[in-house]
T-cell receptor
Framework: QKEVEQNSGPLSVPEGAIASLNCTYS??????FFWYRQYSGKSPELIMF????GDKEDGRFTAQLNKASQYVSLLIRDSQPSDSATYLC?????????????FGPGTRLSVLP | KAGVTQTPRYLIKTRGQQVTLSCSPI?????VSWYQQTPGQGLQFLFE???????NKGNFPGRFSGRQFSNSRSEMNVSTLELGDSALYLC?????????????FGSGTRLTVV
C-alpha cells in the first residue's frame, strides 16, 4: 500500500461545477495535510493546509479531513478552466527529526468550458 | 518578498558526469528540502537541511548529496550521473516552527542526462 494515494484521473468537470479530489494516507500518526496545484511545466504551489478534523474553507476551495478514516479531500466550487491542473496531496508525517512530506501521485483535473 | 530561487533552470549532462544545483530559500526560511519529480515516480523526497545540518534523508543512493550554508542557501550534488537521474529537481523552503505552513517551491532545475 502506498503511503499517499490519489486517483490519477483525469477528472473532468464542466465549468461552474464542483470538483471533488480525494486522498487517502496510510500513516495514522500523520499530523498535517496539504494540497498543492501544479500546472503543466510549472512547480507545485500551495493551495491550503489542514490540521484538524472537519472542513476548512478558503475562497472557492474547501479542504476536508477525517483522521479516523485517514482521508482528506479538496472541493473546488465554481470550477474554472484555469483550475485545470494536477492536484497533489501531501502528508506531513511529523517526524521529530524534521518534517518529512510524502506526496501523492496527483490527480489531473480538467475543467471543460 | 523574493521567492525560492533555483539555478540553473536547465541542464544537459552526459552519463558519468557530476552536477551541482543551487537553491536560495525565501528570506527567513531556515529549512530547505529537495525533491525529485519524474512522470513515473512523482515527487520523491531527497533530503532536508535545517541550520546547515541534514535533518532527513530519503531513499536515494549516496551519489545524491547536499549541503546548506550559513545563509540558508543550499546546494545539491549528483555524482556519476545515470540516465535515470533525468528529472525535475525541486527545492522547497519552509519556515519551521511548531506549525508547518507548507513548502514554497522554486521553479526547479530540469536535468537531462544523455
Amino acid at each position: 500500500q502506498k503511503e499517499v494515494e490519489q486517483n490519477s484521473g483525469p477528472l473532468s468537470v464542466p465549468e461552474g461545477a464542483i470538483a471533488s479530489l480525494n486522498c487517502t494516507y496510510s500513516d495514522r500518526g500523520s499530523q498535517s495535510f496539504f494540497w498543492y496545484r501544479q500546472y503543466s511545466g510549472k512547480s507545485p504551489e500551495l493551495i491550503m493546509f489542514i490540521y484538524s478534523n472537519g472542513d476548512k474553507e478558503d475562497g472557492r476551495f474547501t479542504a476536508q479531513l477525517n483522521k479516523a478514516s485517514q482521508y482528506v479531500s479538496l472541493l473546488i466550487r465554481d470550477s474554472q478552466p484555469s483550475d485545470s491542473a494536477t492536484y497533489l496531496c501531501a502528508v506531513n508525517k511529523g517526524d521529530n527529526y524534521g518534517q518529512n512530506f510524502v506526496f501523492g501521485p496527483g490527480t489531473r483535473l480538467s475543467v471543460l468550458p | 518578498k523574493a521567492g525560492v530561487t533555483q539555478t540553473p533552470r536547465y541542464l544537459i549532462k552526459t552519463r558519468g558526469q557530476q552536477v551541482t544545483l543551487s537553491c536560495s530559500p525565501i528570506s527567513g526560511h531556515r529549512s530547505v528540502s529537495w525533491y525529485q519529480q519524474t512522470p513515473g515516480q512523482g515527487l520523491q523526497f531527497l533530503f532536508e537541511y535545517f541550520s546547515e545540518t541534514q535533518r532527513n534523508k530519503g531513499n536515494f543512493p549516496g551519489r545524491f548529496s547536499g549541503r546548506q550554508f550559513s545563509n540558508s542557501r543550499s546546494e545539491m550534488n549528483v555524482s556519476t550521473l545515470e540516465l535515470g537521474d533525468s528529472a525535475l529537481y525541486l527545492c522547497a523552503s519552509s519556515f519551521t516552527g511548531e506549525v508547518h505552513y507548507g513548502y514554497t517551491f522554486g521553479s526547479g532545475t530540469r536535468l537531462t542526462v544523455v
